[in-house]
């Protein structure tokens, strides 16, 4: 299987994930994070229980064409450390995951790397309105090879 990276998630996603999150309280919110360009910009749901999570993420699997990068998931306590259980789920889906708990404000989610360790994920604004896929409207200063001034 390649590696799927990501390199942030687009704002719009971040906000549903929350939103969703919130109204799915007490219950667990569960999903999966599409990527396009490397910016993540699905959430496929996944049904709320650890069993069925599990079981949904392998059909989803086996349909064709999917970019999937990663999970998402809530935790109805403020703590949003992984769980055992939750490493587990990591190392099916790939390598970028996200946990979110209350308050579910911009700041109270962490995405964490398939050994449950903390990573970076930028917040990135993309054009939802455009679907032609190479004009995601976010920028990036790239450096041609040698010309990186370090
Ligand atoms: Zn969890």
């Known amino acids: 299987m ?3 990276m990501a390199k942030g998630i687009a704002r719009d996603t971040l906000k549903f994930i929350l939103e969703t999150s919130r109204s799915s309280m007490p219950m667990e919110f569960a999903g999966l994070l599409q990527a396009e360009n490397e ?4 959430v496929l749901i996944l049904p709320g229980t ?6 949904a993420m392998v059909r989803l699997y086996m349909m064709p064409n999917m970019s999937i990068v990663g999970s998402v998931h809530s935790h109805p ?3 949003i450390q992984p769980s055992q259980q939750d ?4 190392s ?3 390598d970028y995951h ?3 708990g209350p308050p579910f404000d911009e700041k109270s989610w962490a995405c964490y790397d398939v050994l449950g360790k903390q990573r970076d994920l930028l917040i990135l604004d993309v054009d939802f309105k455009d679907d032609a896929s190479n004009d995601l409207e976010y920028s990036e200063d790239y450096f041609p090879e040698g010309e990186a001034d370090l």
């Not at 650890?50 to 079981?55: A, D, E, G, K, V």
């Open 2 to 4: 390649s590696k799927r």
């Open 92 to 94: 099916r889906t790939g």
């Open 77 to 79: 306590s403020s703590n």
């Open 50 to 55: 650890q069993t069925s999570r599990i079981n």
């Open 39 to 42: 910016i993540i910009t699905e």
């Open 87 to 90: 490493l587990q789920f990591f």
């Open 98 to 100: 996200i946990i979110v």
